[in-house]
């Protein structure tokens, strides 16, 4: 596993012997707090290989910066996870379902060329250039909560655009209800699509509404940078108030139409995933609570609020439909 790879690269720092998991990290507390980063790890109420995958890589030493970047009043002011963090524990079923996998593998995607076809209910189809999309309107930071079905949760600073704005330019027409979103699908960049855990290419789905939404974003970045392949790259889709699988990575294809495409998840455990996926600690998962979520490098769990905590800017968009049903 990664955090063991990393250990030996580090193994001046802490002996492979040394290696612990998070249910015997308290007894060690005497241990870390002869280290020189004890009280950065402590104050911050990290685990263990958490500070040390940190501290191995504060942010990539390749990835492209972005420039020009506006701060937005919809971010969340609380902490966020480490880079290290949200680009080792990734979920892309397309290069494995360990969650160390698709950084390990995600090498193989070919970010460049790559073009996004937006097609469908609208006046405007067109084939966009990545590069064109990553001028179609101002970047902007958002740092968001995602809470990913699994019971999971991280905050990160993405970097992108609001998908409202791709909408406007493309002019939908009214029978635009649905917009579909498609991944890539190309086994040899993406060696996971030879197993069939997912039927692919990988779809979502938004409601038009919901699609407009402030919240709802394309992200082209993270933590000031360009998006790692694992995050998505070269573009993928940020709905914060529901699960992470709606937020599609790696996108190719973005189809308006009138009629909503059940998605990839929906057609693996249609009792399982539903279309809206809004994170709801009230409608548990067949096989798990949906109460509480491990945010992490938090210890102890924390409640999970309706739409994420950000009910106040989207319930409204779902008066009157039964939750427990539309789930
Ligand atoms: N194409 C594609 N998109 C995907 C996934 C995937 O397997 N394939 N996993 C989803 C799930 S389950 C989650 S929780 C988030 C994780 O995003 P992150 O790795 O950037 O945290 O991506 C979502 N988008
Ligand atoms: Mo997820």
Request: charge should be positive; include cysteine.
């Amino acid at each position: 596993m990664i955090i063991k790879k990393i250990l030996t690269k580090n193994s001046g720092l802490i002996q492979p012997s040394e290696i612990t998991d998070q249910k015997i990290y308290l007894s060690r507390r005497k241990f870390i707090g002869t280290a020189t980063r004890a009280s950065v790890v402590i104050a911050a109420g990290m685990v263990m290989p958490g500070w040390l995958r940190n501290s191995y890589a504060a942010t990539s030493l390749s990835a492209k910066k972005l420039s020009n970047i506006r701060k937005s009043s919809l971010s969340t002011q609380e902490p966020q996870t480490p880079y290290g963090d949200v680009t080792t524990y990734n979920n892309f079923y397309e290069f494995g379902t360990e969650k160390d996998q698709p950084a390990q593998k995600a090498h193989s995607l070919i970010t460049r060329p790559w073009t996004v076809v937006v097609e469908g209910e609208i006046r405007r189809p067109k084939t966009y250039d990545i590069d064109t999309l990553l001028k179609l309107a101002p970047l902007e930071e958002r740092i968001y909560r995602l809470r990913c079905v699994e019971g999971w949760s991280m905050v990160i600073p993405w970097i992108g655009f609001p998908l409202s704005a791709l909408i406007k330019q493309v002019e939908p027409t009214a029978n635009a209800k649905f917009i579909e979103f498609t991944t890539l699908h190309d086994s040899k960049q993406m060696p996971g699509q030879r197993s069939g855990v997912l039927e692919w290419p990988y779809v979502e789905g938004l409601r038009i509404d919901e699609a407009m939404h402030p919240l709802a974003i394309l992200a082209v970045g993270l933590y000031g940078e360009v998006l790692p392949n694992q995050s998505g790259a070269p573009i993928r889709l940020v709905v914060p108030w529901k699960y992470g699988f709606k937020s599609i990575k790696s996108i190719v294809k973005i189809r308006f139409i009138e009629k909503a495409t059940a998605s990839s998840w929906m057609k693996a455990g249609p009792h399982e995933y539903g279309y809206f996926a809004n994170v709801n600690p009230a409608v548990d998962h067949p096989r798990w609570s949906q109460a509480k979520e491990r945010r992490i490098g938090e210890f102890l769990k924390r409640d999970t609020l309706p739409f994420n905590g950000y009910a106040d800017q989207v319930a409204q968009m779902y008066a009157g439909l039964d939750l427990n049903k539309f789930f």
